[in-house]
């Protein structure tokens, strides 16, 4: 597929969407079967937030207070 502004058509786009999903679907359950199911708490949290507030706050957006951007991770 060349590079242009323009979206696949037809069976073209099909495809790609196949691709992505037969892609994206086995990495998700890779993903959910190797981490703890609280690792992304905060993340859900403050996605919940926004959606409820329509906005997202300046502190949703600031890491972690352990200085390494998660949350469930010490620093060192």
Known sequence: ???????PGGDEFAALCRQAWDTLIPARAGYLA????HYDEVFHDVAQRAERDKSLGKTDMQP?????GSPH????
């Open 1 to 7: 597929m060349k590079t242009t502004t323009e979206s």
């Open 73 to 76: 991770r010490p620093a060192g």
């Open 64 to 68: 972690s207070s352990s200085g390494n």
């Open 34 to 37: 190797a981490v703890s199911p």
